[in-house]
């Protein structure tokens, strides 16, 4: 709903892909930011995985990639003050530059973040609160946090009923800005992986602030329904993984394969 696909996967050196909403079955949840998708070793099994999910008989290995398409790079933060590791940015920059290479236009532009996520997180804390309440029976079992995220959402819901992700005004400037792009590319994460337990015990708040700060570069995508995917293309010197996110609009799961194949086989990330 915000990056469960595409942040462990950075974090774990494989390929992650969040289809567009609808391709691949599944229920709306959490007012449309759910989505489904593969994770793979590389990107020819994640094109296969995502075309069976799709309903597809078989097997098709991504499409090449055309050589004068319009690709966007961004590592500026949509969210105002956070800030995005020096590592992290230099992959992107490799990549963008390895891309041009290849033949594609490539430029700086950064897409129309909103400058404050209020529709993602009403349409989080809403699939929060609806869990929440069909989960559990008994409500105060749930962890502090959980509960006070709920707490939050039941207060919101008297100013009027939640509505789908897509429609927010923010999610349709996303989707529009690329009617100049074929894709963008982002940092997958803003910095390492952070130690387990790192926001154990803290309130909803900071951990939403803390989370925000690491994994900021994923959940708008849900909030305008793109199809997104995370390719790792380097390392930092202890060995962990570095990836760039490939964002293309709803419905072009080919182009962004097509892109996530070109990537892994001008970089470094693929795993032998």
């Known amino acids: 709903s915000g990056g469960s696909i595409r942040v462990p996967a950075a974090c774990c050196g494989v390929v992650g892909v969040k289809a567009t909403p609808g391709v691949v079955p599944w229920p709306v949840h959490w007012y449309g930011l759910s989505s489904a998708g593969p994770f793979a070793r590389d990107v020819e099994d994640a094109a296969l995985m995502l075309r069976v999910l799709r309903g597809g008989t078989r097997a098709a290995p991504p499409a090449a990639a055309d050589s004068d398409l319009r ?13 995005v590791d020096a590592t992290v940015a230099s992959a992107v920059q490799r990549t963008a530059h390895r891309l041009a290479g290849a033949g594609h236009h490539v430029a700086h ?29 008994d409500a105060a079992r749930a962890e502090p946090r959980t509960r006070a995220m709920a707490a939050w959402e039941r207060a919101i819901r008297r100013l009027g009923p939640g509505r789908r992700a897509q429609t927010y005004p923010a999610a349709r400037r996303l989707r529009r800005w ?4 074929d894709v963008v590319i982002t940092p997958a994460l803003a910095y390492a992986p952070p130690l387990i337990g790192r926001w154990q015990n803290e ?9 925000s700060r690491w ?19 380097g390392s930092y010197r202890d060995g962990m993984p570095v990836a760039v996110q490939i964002v293309a609009a709803p419905g072009r799961e080919r182009l962004l394969m097509a892109v996530a194949a070109q990537i892994e086989a001008l970089s470094e990330g693929r795993l032998p």
């Not at 690709?71 to 800030?83: L, Y």
């Not at 690329?178 to 792009?181: E, K």
């Not at 309130?203 to 989370?211: E, F, H, N």
């Open 109 to 137: 532009a950064d897409p129309p973040y909103p400058q404050v996520p209020a529709p993602f997180l009403r349409c989080y804390l809403g699939g929060i609160a609806d869990d929440d309440d069909a989960l559990f029976v």
């Open 71 to 83: 690709i966007a790079v961004s590592t500026r933060h949509p969210f105002p003050g956070a800030r």
């Open 215 to 233: 994994i900021g570069f994923s959940p708008l995508w849900n909030l305008a329904g793109c199809p997104a995917a995370t390719v790792p293309v």
């Open 203 to 211: 309130g909803w708040l900071s951990t939403a602030i803390g989370v």
């Open 178 to 181: 690329f009617d100049l792009w």
